[in-house]
């Protein structure tokens, strides 16, 4: 397993957020977790990023406990966090600018401006390009930070529906040049199956994984998606059943 967690419990002021969570995920999985709002998912994300303490439980990355920030992790968290006062590829390059890689990570960040759709915007500010940019640059930071698991918590969560779209194609369109093992966060049945190879659903107070549904399908597409009645009412019925 890439992934293991196991008896994960959190509280905030002594009420308990997620209670003896259990989670294993394979190596370049995609896997999405649907559930309520305020059921815990970017505090579990926060964790395994190690901005977050847990009460108690561990997780291990290829069999090696972590505690705490880990080389492992790329984090995307749930607003994007451009910084107004820095160029797009300033704000990209940003982990080169921490880790004193600045001249490679600008470089490599330069490359892949034209496969995340922000060819030309290298000097501009987060302030003049649309939200779906906003979210590419975001992302891209992410991708070029090097750690073999991305956490994304609700990427495309503030984009119109659209837009959103748009950016689940091209989501879809780079995954295998990522390349990666990916955990996203979303409240959008439909983006989680076009996604996911596995979806769980957290709920509960405090939460814990209520259920796990495998998808199998390759070569998916929109036509494949709106075709996926079945899945999208049983996943409603289960998101009704556990919020
Ligand atoms: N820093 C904090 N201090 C106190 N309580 C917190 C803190 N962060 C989160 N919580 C509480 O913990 C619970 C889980 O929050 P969390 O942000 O993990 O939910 P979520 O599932 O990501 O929700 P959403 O779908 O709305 O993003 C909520 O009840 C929230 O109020
Ligand atoms: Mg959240």
Not at 92 to 121: D, E, R
Not at 193 to 209: H, K, M, N, T, V
């Amino acid at each position: 397993m890439k992934l293991k967690v196991e008896n994960l419990s959190c509280s905030y002021r002594g009420a308990l957020v997620l209670n003896q969570l259990n989670m294993a995920v394979k190596e370049m999985e995609f896997v999405c977790i649907l559930g309520p709002s305020g059921c815990g998912k970017s505090t579990l994300l926060n964790i395994l990023a190690g901005v977050l303490a847990p009460d108690g439980g561990s997780v291990y990355v290829d069999d090696a406990e972590i505690n705490g920030l880990s080389s492992h992790f790329a984090y995307m968290p749930q607003q994007d966090l451009l910084m107004p006062w820095k160029t797009i590829l300033e704000n990209v390059a940003l982990y080169g600018t921490i880790h004193h890689q600045k001249k490679k990570m600008k470089a490599q960040a330069i490359a892949n401006f034209p496969k995340f759709g922000l060819s030309g915007y290298e000097n501009r500010y987060p302030r003049e390009l649309s939200g779906g940019m906003r979210q590419r640059a975001a992302f891209l930071r992410t991708a070029l930070c090097g750690a073999d698991i991305m956490l994304l918590d609700e990427p495309f969560g503030a984009l119109d529906v659209i837009t959103r779209g748009v950016m689940q194609d091209w989501l879809q369109d780079i995954r295998s040049d990522l390349n990666r093992t990916m955990i996203l966060v979303t409240h959008d049945v439909d983006e989680a199956i076009y996604l996911s190879d596995r979806i769980l659903i957290l709920a509960g107070q405090p939460a814990s994984f209520k259920k796990e549904i495998i998808i199998e399908a390759t070569d998916r597409n929109r036509e494949w998606l709106f075709s996926q009645t079945d899945l999208h009412r049983e996943i409603y019925y289960y998101l009704k059943k556990f919020q």
